[in-house]
């Protein structure tokens, strides 16, 4: 495929990322997986989706890191020579925390790499994506977290912060291009089944939490990635600045 659209995944080598990668190239999405250090995983979605008959590359970036950011943007101009969509998905969590526990170095490190990399990504799409700069317009997705909304208390509530500023930045950003041809929403997953549990020194949570989740079951990272589609596709034509809960209820 040489004409299709072009997507760019921030953290799309595991994960929602991931799935991302493997929903939108079957929805005739060209993809561009990023990832922060894991090539084996980005180059196995890429073997996916090129296996399938789709078209995509990995580039390495940390979006913690504004220069980074611009090379991977560079490199999308370089390898596709357009961009009409990003999806905001690089997060981390940290280890389970009070915040009378934090350092300022921990949260230096969420805020960098949860709000100001998606803030500066989303800054290169619209250069790229905006009436305004001669763009044909686009659509930007945002992942947020149930955790904007229960506030993540005794676990990491500094995640849930950054998680929040990520929802309402969606919406002054909505607002700010809607009538430049791009819409900007964000979903706000629930407990889904990735290695981020892991990452944060919780690897059983998603079992631990089941029960208490109204659909009595985490989700799984193609749940997330269907909704994400959703939104980029033009069957939510009408729709920005909005947040969608993808949390069997919770
Ligand atoms: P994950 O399984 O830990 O995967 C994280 C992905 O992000 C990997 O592809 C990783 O790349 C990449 N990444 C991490 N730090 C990065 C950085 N600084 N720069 C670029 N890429 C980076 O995470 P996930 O569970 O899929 O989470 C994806 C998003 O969903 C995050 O924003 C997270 O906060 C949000 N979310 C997840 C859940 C959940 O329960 N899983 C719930 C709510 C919200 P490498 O492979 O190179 O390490």
Same mark, same amino acid.
């Given at each position: ?25 079957? %929805? =005739? ?37 504004? /220069?980074?950011?611009?090379? @991977? ?12 969509? !990003?999806? +905001?998905? /690089?997060?981390?969590?940290? +280890? ?23 803030? !500066? ?7 790229? @994506?905006?009436?305004? %700069?001669? =763009? %044909?317009?686009?659509?930007?997705? +945002?992942?947020?977290? @149930? ?19 990520? #929802?309402?930045?969606?919406?002054? !950003?909505?607002?700010?291009?809607? /009538? ?16 981020? %549990? ?5 690897? #059983? ?21 269907? /909704? ?12 920005? =600045? ?9």
């Amino acid at each position: 495929m040489t004409d299709g659209p072009v997507l760019l995944v921030t953290g799309g080598s595991r994960g929602i990322g991931a799935a991302a990668c493997l929903v939108a190239a079957r %929805h =005739g999405w060209r993809v561009a997986v990023n990832y922060a250090l894991n090539e084996a995983a980005a180059n196995a979605v890429v073997s996916e989706i090129k296996k399938a008959g789709g078209d995509a590359i990995a580039i390495k970036g940390d979006v913690g890191n504004s /220069a980074d950011i611009v090379s @991977m943007f560079e490199a999308v101009d370089k390898h596709f020579g357009r961009l009409d969509g !990003l999806v +905001n998905n /690089a997060g981390i969590v940290d +280890n389970t925390a009070r915040v009378d526990e934090m350092s300022a170095d921990r949260l230096e490190r969420m805020m960098r790499i949860n709000v100001t990399g998606s803030i !500066l990504c989303a800054g290169e799409a619209v250069r790229r @994506m905006s009436s305004r %700069h001669g =763009g %044909h317009g686009g659509v930007i997705v +945002n992942i947020s977290s @149930m955790a904007a909304v229960i506030g993540g208390s005794t676990q990491y509530v500094d995640y849930a912060a950054s998680k929040a500023a990520i #929802d309402t930045f969606t919406i002054g !950003l909505s607002r700010e291009v809607a /009538a430049e041809g791009i819409r900007v929403n964000a979903i706000r997953p629930g407990i889904i089944e990735t290695d981020i %549990h892991a990452s944060g020194g919780q690897p #059983d949570r998603p079992k631990e939490m089941a029960s208490s989740i109204p659909m009595k079951r985490a989700g799984q990272a193609e749940e997330v990635a269907d /909704a994400i589609v959703y939104l980029l596709s033009p069957s939510a034509s009408y729709i920005t =600045g909005a947040i969608l809960n993808v949390s069997g209820g919770r």
